[in-house]
Nanobody, 124 residues
Framework: QVQLVESGGGLVQAGGSLRLSCAASGRTFRTGAMGWFRQAPGKEREFVAAISWSALTTYYANSVKGRFTISRDNTKNTVYLQMNSLEPEDTAVYYC?????????????????WGQGTQVTVSS
């Protein structure tokens, strides 16, 4: 199995920045592409960003493109989400996900492992 633990969430004012981290442990050789999703109260979980194992391929939701950056350090089995110019609409629980095989996906069903989530709250 693979365990994913997110960290770095918190409360920030609009326009501020946060950096989320997701550390993978266990059978990490089973993981390839990784992604970030988020879920706001009363809304469905939505795709935020994804990255291939090599980091050569990245995808972003239109709502975060130009503000968020996904990256990874395979030597540390960690993926990051740098979030700049945060808006109140970014408030949500952010989840890290890992995929065993295949290229980065934008659908939650494509991922095999999930973290417990970290709360991000952006005040106006």
């Amino acid at each position: 199995q693979v365990q994913l633990v997110e960290s770095g969430g918190g409360l920030v004012q609009a326009g501020g920045s946060l950096r989320l981290s997701c550390a993978a442990s266990g059978r990490t050789f089973r993981t390839g592409a990784m992604g970030w999703f988020r879920q706001a109260p009363g809304k469905e979980r939505e795709f935020v960003a994804a990255i291939s194992w090599s980091a050569l391929t990245t995808y972003y939701a239109n709502s975060v493109k130009g503000r968020f950056t996904i990256s990874r350090d395979n030597t540390k089995n960690t993926v990051y989400l740098q979030m700049n110019s945060l808006e109140p609409e970014d408030t949500a629980v952010y989840y890290c996900a890992a995929r065993g095989l295949g290229s980065p996906g934008k659908s939650a069903y494509e991922y095999d492992y999930w973290g417990q989530g970290t709360q991000v709250t952006v005040s106006s």
